[in-house]
């Protein structure tokens, strides 16, 4: 790890020469005996293992020290496993010595009470007086299964030791990283390191996907979250991920009212809206598993370093029934399934008349019969299919006495073609299985599984293959008002953005009224223009259509008439001519400010769209016309900004434009910007604009 | 069975007292050859083995015959596994002799060409002659580990023997047939019975899943299906499922335009519609399950034959991560997870002080290390909360040295409450899970499958508990003209059947004006009638918003003004009243005829919702209101109808008894009616009704 990494001062917590245990004790399966008993079981660790414990001179064989002040050596790290009512006093005696990280097993703070959240505060305020990191408190800590480091009480080692490899989990609940961990080790998926973050007092889950990004034993990243409490750390960690080329599959819980109202109760989590947190996934290609099962498969299938940006899949299979499942899925998940090229599909109709060789390729339970078959038919999928991806159905064949020699054929073509995923879905014997797998295939009994794995390695490549983006409009600096401004008011600061308002103008008389209207080009509204006349329709005071200079001129003075017959004492200002906006697609703009990511904008088509269907969608401040572009074309209303039903393609490029700016205007407002929504805004017909036709603009006091 | 069992013309098929293999071979490795040596080997099959081959006296050790002449009795069934040219004469030679079942392995029929689809045919054509039924051709047959019939070629016993148990399998694909089989077998779940139906000459999967319903050894029934050929047979099965409280968990596949593709290539498959055969699934409760994993997690939670109709869940968990996941995924698939009784809530409180009792109850990890506390908090759940259905999370711990404990104390609670489902999200050895499994526990690793399943037990309750839907609306029979029929003509017809239009009368003076808009109600909308004026509009020969009967009349007189000023020549026949349809939200109903299930219902909202979203359901007729409703409350824009945005509450009542109606009208028109299009209908506020504004009835010639 480079001296410049971002998140290197996490090191000496994650990767320590040397360890002191508060709180030490004998018996091996309390928590503070738990860390050394397997330490010392794994007899991996390289550095010193300093028990600290007044009331003993040795623990479990190892020389005791009565306290911190008493160790040999300053300890990179330290685990406190002490009684609440001494932790305070812990973390400022471990300060004191220098440690530079102390991961807190001792529960009892932020997630109990007021009082436990004050002294929580203190030893984080304790542990950053003196320069360090604390994890946890009430938390499952860390190990790493290469290194032998354990600073951990999980139980998960009765049942076995981690499996050697390169996927990192980090996750807040001990409960469910251990979980994940456990899973993984026993279907044989390496997953060496291991960090729970508990309440987050001080280091975050974010910093550790950080960490674990800028470590070269590590290839992929698992994380499990139920809510972010900083985006600094978190951003910086998808940053460095995406930049060094590693996928990180999440979990993120507390998407539903239930599930928030559960992980509030749970160790003092902000859950966050999950809208945003996902939309800041989605924008570092960071995938989200829905199930630990689809997790666990897409991280073993991504240690194969395979990230297809333009994933294509090709199939073989023995028999046609699962092909149709495989095409259902790929369909869904939009992963493309191309035909075999038609000579080839010739090709191999001689072979096997009776085969269906389009894509699913159903070579026919004959292939398997024959193995002289066999090779020409995958290396066909291969060669001319060229797909990034390919799929081998062979379900309980690989169970049967022909397997050894089918796989040995299989082998020999995949040797030809080294940069393809190749994927079995097999139902073998778990050795057989787990040595495919250490053999450089991906197995998969469950082909949905399979192809859902498949999916998101395309995903991963096109996030990593991706520009960057374009940058973020440049906005003049915002000075926003006092208070939350008038409507008009709010127009003049989006108008001084760059954000285009309906244009109107206030015309004294009827030349200036048609000047107005020859800028904004026909057809135009005309409204009476007085303060003393608010309800300007009830009088005829709205013209609409006005659709040449003549009507302009006539409408100037129909509306002096009617006011004036009307509303004989009102003051008349004269009359608003406002572009007429017909003919265009109502949308929604709109920003609030996240408490974690800041200001979040949002899309969607307005009406029922947004109100029924909440079919919106959202994305970080600030942003460029590309990103916007790529929202607006994400929503399922889209195909009515597109020309669906007849109507006319919108300005799809004015409208991201707008949303661009609007993203820049949100950053440059700075904190007190509480929220902005446009609505609606008329997309109109291609190469006529977008223009906002109401505004508020929300300021905080 | 019973005699009178609709299905029992299988069981010679699917349960004979004896069999014959024609083609049958002395090599234990070819398709004629395994039959005969799956049955010698699993030793259970307590009825005749009869080789029939002309060119051997003796197969695996067994008398053979040289034909089905010379065989000494009649058998039950008989396995065709001659080559195609011999078929033929094959099944003519059986049906000549009596036997009453066939099943057939030989390919080369309807799924290769039109020559096999012929001969194809003229199987089907002798077996019915003879009252045979035919399973195949192509096809990989049936077995039952518990009768130790094997009339399958499936390589599944190379890696072992049916495991006894309560599910059976019908499937329309062979190899994923046994893939699910070998899948569950693997898993220890018991499928003795697998049946593969292959090409569906004869014998389709509908049949074989009511054989299954009907059969007293099965309780839960797996299909999987590409398409579905008949409906009379499967719609009987599913009856016969629910009658008996039998749950079907379905993969329906090829419902993707790609699935599609490859299942037409697939053994002649027609793959149908869909969303149509999603909604006859629906329609009977029939689970539509997404993966095999989750197929065979629904069945193997079902065979525990509690299916909770009111279904609630409980959570206890020693950590609170996974209790926010499983929220989750409770809330998006509508499970219930109300909170414990307060009361309930402070007892547990008072057991431990930082346990979060709320549900999901976190009884935190000092619940795992005592003992005398797991019991109470337990019991709690069961007896306080009241939860029909009751998960426990304990992760690894299920692999720690306290589990056996642990396990006494919840099985001694589990004891007292025999009719809840108990099910743990458990880390354990094969061994000690399958023991779990067989003590009454339902066991799956993943927290996220267990709610899925529990999920499902409850749908299974609602569907069996549903008291029988009102009966479809009787309406009068229905004599379609000759063609297509124009929109006039198309509204009588639905009139007739009580579908109602917007009411519309022609007038030939004020009198007869006023009288049709006091019976319409006003306001009503008056047009100029005459076959000379086509666009009415142009001329002002529409009134909208006529009040009152006051403006009828002076509406009638200005009407026939101007027509008279605009187009002095025409010819006037008076003016049309209509009652005005104002209000209302826009709807489309629809009939079209499936090819296979003949007329189905669809109902949608107007506009977008329809064209861009695919907002729509289906529902095979007839039926009565009461469904209609349900369909209607459906839809993801329902809130439109319900009041959402400000509007006023649509009168669902009538919309849902158009929509009874129409099905009614679908069924009484008979096979030439194509389909109906009654688009728009406005579903006026509550009370108001709902009206046809156009009709299309498209008639087959």
């Given at each position: 790890m480079s001296a410049t990494a971002r998140f290197a001062g996490l090191t000496p917590l994650l990767a320590p020469r040397s360890i002191a245990i508060l709180g030490a004790s004998n018996d091996a399966t309390r928590i503070g005996g738990r860390p050394i008993a397997f330490m010392k079981a794994a007899g991996q660790f390289q550095g010193a293992i300093w028990p600290v414990n007044p009331n003993r001179t040795e623990v479990q064989g190892l020389p005791a020290y009565p306290s911190v002040a008493a160790l040999p050596e300053t300890p990179d790290a330290a685990i406190i496993a002490v009684p609440a009512a001494l932790a305070e006093q812990a973390?400022?005696?471990l300060g004191a010595r220098g440690t530079k990280a102390a991961v807190m097993f001792t529960a009892g703070f932020a997630e109990v009470d007021a009082a436990g959240?004050?002294?929580?505060?203190?030893?984080?305020?304790?542990?950053?007086?003196?320069?360090?990191?604390?994890?946890?408190?009430?938390?499952?800590?860390?190990?790493?299964?290469?290194?032998?480091?354990?600073?951990?009480?999980?139980?998960?080692?009765?049942?076995?030791?981690?499996?050697?490899?390169?996927?990192?989990?980090?996750?807040?609940?001990?409960?469910?990283?251990?979980?994940?961990?456990?899973?993984?080790?026993?279907?044989?998926?390496?997953?060496?390191?291991?960090?729970?973050?508990g309440n987050e007092a001080d280091v975050t889950v974010g910093e550790c996907i950080g960490w674990l990004a800028e470590n070269p034993e590590v290839?992929?990243?698992?994380?499990?979250?139920?809510?972010?409490?900083?985006?600094?750390?978190?951003?910086a960690a998808f940053e460095a991920a995406r930049a060094a080329r590693k996928p990180i599959v999440m979990m993120k819980v507390g998407r539903s009212a239930l599930g928030s109202a559960a992980a509030k109760s749970h160790t003092a989590s902000i859950a966050g809206d999950d809208a945003v947190t996902e939309a800041v996934m989605a924008e570092f290609g960071v995938h989200r598993a829905r199930t630990s099962e689809e997790m666990l498969d897409i991280a073993q299938t991504a240690t194969r370093r395979i990230y297809p940006a333009g994933n294509t899949l090709g199939m073989i299979t023995l028999s046609g029934g699962a092909g149709v499942l495989v095409s259902d899925v790929?369909?869904?998940?939009?992963?493309?399934?191309?035909?075999?090229?038609?000579?080839?599909?010739?090709?191999?109709?001689?072979?096997?008349?009776?085969?269906?060789?389009r894509n699913p390729v159903d070579a026919t339970a004959q292939v398997g019969n024959d193995l002289a078959l066999l090779e020409p038919f995958y290396e066909s999928v291969l060669r001319d299919g060229g797909y990034a991806s390919v799929l081998?159905?062979?379900?309980?064949?690989?169970?049967?006495?022909?397997?050894?020699?089918?796989?040995?054929?299989?082998?020999?073509?995949?040797?030809?073609?080294?940069?393809?995923?190749?994927?079995?879905?097999?139902?073998?014997?778990?050795?057989?299985?787990?040595a495919m797998e250490a053999d450089g295939w991906v197995c998969h009994e469950d082909p949905s599984r399979a192809v859902t794995a498949i999916a998101a390695m395309g995903r991963f490549g096109a996030a990593f293959a991706a520009p960057a983006p374009a940058p973020a409009p440049s906005v003049p600096p915002v000075s926003l008002p006092a208070a939350t401004p008038s409507e008009a008011a709010a127009k003049q600061l989006l108008s001084a953005a760059g954000i285009a308002c309906a244009p109107e103008a206030a015309c004294a008389d009827p030349a200036a009224a048609v000047a107005a209207a020859e800028r904004f080009g026909f057809p135009v509204v005309m409204k009476i223009l007085s303060p003393d006349i608010l309800h300007k329709s009830e009088i005829g005071g709205v013209l609409l259509d006005v659709a040449d200079a003549a009507a302009v001129r006539a409408g100037f003075a129909t509306l002096l008439d009617r006011a004036r017959a009307h509303a004989p004492t009102a003051r008349i200002e004269g009359v608003l001519v406002a572009k007429q906006l017909k003919g265009g697609v109502e949308c929604i703009l709109g920003i609030h400010r996240d408490?974690?990511?800041?200001?979040?904008?949002?899309?969607?088509?307005?009406?029922?769209?947004?109100?029924?269907?909440?079919?919106?969608?959202?994305?970080?401040?600030?942003?460029?016309?590309?990103?916007?572009?790529?929202?607006?074309?994400?929503?399922?209303?889209?195909?009515?900004?597109?020309?669906?039903?007849g109507r006319a393609r919108a300005d799809i490029k004015a409208l991201a434009a707008m949303l661009a700016r609007l993203s820049a205007f949100a950053v440059a407002a700075g904190p007190r910007l509480a929220s902005v929504d446009l609505n609606p805004v008329f997309a109109m017909p291609e190469g006529q604009g977008a223009f906002a036709a109401d505004a508020v603009v929300e300021v905080a006091p």
């Open positions: 973390v400022e005696d959240e004050a002294a929580q505060a203190r030893m984080v305020a304790s542990a950053r007086k003196h320069g360090m990191r604390l994890l946890g408190p009430n938390c499952l800590g860390v190990f790493d299964g290469r290194t032998g480091y354990y600073a951990t009480f999980s139980s998960s080692f009765d049942s076995g030791w981690p499996v050697p490899g390169r996927i990192g989990i980090a996750s807040q609940s001990g409960a469910y990283g251990t979980h994940l961990y456990t899973l993984a080790r026993n279907r044989g998926i390496g997953a060496s390191l291991c960090i729970m973050t290839d992929v990243i698992a994380a499990y979250i139920e809510g972010i409490r900083e985006a600094p750390g978190l951003i790929a369909e869904q998940l939009g992963l493309a399934m191309p035909p075999m090229p038609e000579q080839a599909q010739a090709r191999l109709k001689g072979l096997v008349s009776f085969c269906a060789p081998g159905f062979f379900t309980m064949v690989a169970s049967s006495r022909r397997w050894p020699s089918m796989l040995e054929v299989l082998n020999r073509v995949r040797a030809r073609y080294p940069d393809r995923l190749h994927v079995l879905s097999a139902i073998a014997p778990a050795e057989v299985t787990r408490p974690v990511f800041g200001p979040i904008a949002m899309f969607g088509l307005g009406g029922v769209f947004v109100e029924v269907l909440k079919d919106v969608v959202f994305r970080r401040c600030p942003f460029g016309a590309d990103v916007a572009e790529t929202m607006i074309r994400s929503i399922r209303g889209f195909p009515l900004l597109d020309g669906a039903r």
